[in-house]
C-alpha cells in the first residue's frame, strides 16, 4: 500500500506523460488517441472530484493531475510488476527459510520431552540430558 501510494506522490510531482512522454507526443498515434484520452480524462476528472471534496488534505489538489499521476503510477507499476512479484516471491523463501532455521532449537527440546511417569491429562516433562 506505501508502494502504491508512493509511485502516485512520485507520479504527481514529476508528471512523466509531460516529461518523459514528450517525444512522443508528435507521434501519429498519439495525435489520434488524444481526443479519447482528453475525454476520458474530464470523465475521470469529474469522479476525483467527487473523491478531493472528502479528503480534506486533498481540498486544494488539481483533481485532473491527481487523475492523471494515478494513470501513471498505474502504468509504472505494471510495467514493473515482473521484477516485484520476483522480489516477493524471493523474500518470501527467504523468510521461510529463516522462520525453519529459528524454529530448529524449538523442534529439537521438544523431541526430548519425556513421557515418562506422567499421568494422563499431565504434561510432560522437559528432560535435559
Given at each position: 500500500?506505501?508502494?502504491?501510494?508512493?509511485?502516485?506522490?512520485?507520479?504527481?510531482?514529476?508528471?512523466?506523460?509531460?516529461?518523459?512522454?514528450?517525444?512522443?507526443?508528435?507521434?501519429?498515434?498519439?495525435?489520434?488517441?488524444?481526443?479519447?484520452?482528453?475525454?476520458?480524462?474530464?470523465?475521470?476528472?469529474?469522479?476525483?472530484?467527487?473523491m478531493t471534496k472528502r479528503v480534506p488534505m486533498l481540498v486544494k489538489?488539481?483533481?485532473?493531475?491527481?487523475?492523471?499521476?494515478?494513470?501513471?503510477?498505474?502504468?509504472?507499476?505494471?510495467?514493473?510488476?515482473?521484477?516485484?512479484?520476483?522480489?516477493?516471491?524471493?523474500?518470501?523463501?527467504?523468510?521461510v527459510q529463516w522462520t525453519k532455521r529459528k524454529s530448529r532449537p524449538?523442534?529439537?527440546?521438544?523431541?526430548?520431552?519425556?513421557?515418562?511417569?506422567?499421568?494422563?491429562?499431565?504434561?510432560?516433562?522437559?528432560?535435559?540430558?
Amino acid at each position: 500500500m506505501a508502494f502504491a501510494a508512493s509511485t502516485w506522490v512520485m507520479c504527481y510531482a514529476l508528471q512523466p506523460s509531460l516529461t518523459l512522454a514528450r517525444p512522443l507526443r508528435a507521434l501519429p498515434l498519439a495525435e489520434r488517441a488524444a481526443p479519447v484520452f482528453k475525454r476520458t480524462l474530464e470523465i475521470a476528472a469529474a469522479q476525483t472530484v467527487k473523491m478531493t471534496k472528502r479528503v480534506p488534505m486533498l481540498v486544494k489538489a488539481n483533481p485532473e493531475r491527481l487523475t492523471l499521476g494515478l494513470a501513471e503510477s498505474l502504468m509504472f507499476r505494471g510495467a514493473i510488476k515482473p521484477i516485484t512479484f520476483g522480489g516477493k516471491l524471493f523474500l518470501s523463501y527467504k523468510f521461510v527459510q529463516w522462520t525453519k532455521r529459528k524454529s530448529r532449537p524449538v523442534r529439537a527440546a521438544s523431541l526430548t520431552l519425556s513421557a515418562r511417569g506422567r499421568k494422563r491429562g499431565q504434561h510432560p516433562v522437559l528432560v535435559t540430558a
